[in-house]
């Protein structure tokens, strides 16, 4: 009797005692995995499934977890580009001796189902443990701590200032670089002399812009109004 059995997108004809390599299994050495996709079954009375014969299965015992050749992959790209590169790969494989071929009852066996790691998302793959661990108590990653939200730099003390944004040419920005280079009122503004412009041109990179939007004298007219 043999079985067409399909697991890792391939299909393989077995009989009872073969050993063979299939796509890489969720499962150890030793332990003993059940194929549930049973395309045909054949011998005295064949059997076909559409697609699949229901409780119909393959078991088998898992001897090592093993990789496939070496394949060299070698891309050259001629125009353009110029290019090169040459990659190697193993493939990821399962070596099983095929142990049963069961024609119904596969469903109530109990069996662990072999199911391929392609199958199984990053955070089951890093679940499975090797054989030397098994038994022991699980490791739970411990929850990070949040880091905590760097504290915002406290404004300048502007309690009874001036509004600033009143001298053309001055908005919020502006306004918040003159209270951090402590110039908080009209009148500091209006007693400002030549060496104090040119001071406030290079440290606040204005440009010319204190002469050029006279804000001496609106400082003054904005204290007298």
């Known amino acids: 009797m043999f079985a067409v059995l399909k697991t890792g997108g391939k299909q393989y004809k077995v009989q009872a005692g073969d ?10 050495a030793g332990e003993t995995v059940q194929f549930n996709e049973i395309l045909m079954l054949g011998g005295d009375t064949p059997s076909v499934g559409s697609p699949m014969i229901t ?3 393959v078991q088998a015992t898992v001897i090592d977890q093993i990789k496939g050749e070496k394949l060299i992959h070698y891309v050259k790209r001629r125009r353009k ?13 399962t070596l099983i001796r095929v142990t049963e071929i069961l024609a119904s009852g596969g469903d109530k066996t109990g069996v662990k189902a072999a199911i391929g790691t392609g199958s199984l998302s990053a955070s089951a793959k890093a679940a499975m443990t090797p054989a030397s661990n098994k038994g022991a108590a699980p490791k739970v ?3 990070k701590a949040a880091a905590p939200k760097a504290a915002k730099a406290a404004a300048p003390t502007t309690a009874g200032a001036d509004d600033l944004k009143k001298l053309s040419g001055v908005g919020p920005a502006l306004e918040k670089k003159l209270h951090e280079a402590g110039v908080t009122s009209f009148a500091q503004i209006a007693a400002w002399g030549a060496d104090d ?6 440290k606040l990179n204005f440009k010319g812009r204190i002469e050029r939007e006279g804000w001496i004298d609106q400082a003054k007219a904005l204290i007298a109004g």
């Open 55 to 57: 409780g119909a299965a």
């Open 197 to 202: 412009i040119a001071a406030f041109d290079e």
């Open 141 to 143: 990653a411990a929850p």
């Open 81 to 93: 580009h110029s290019s090169q590169r040459t990659k190697g790969h193993r493939q990821k494989l």
């Open 19 to 28: 050993t063979l390599r299939v796509e890489r299994l969720a499962a150890e």
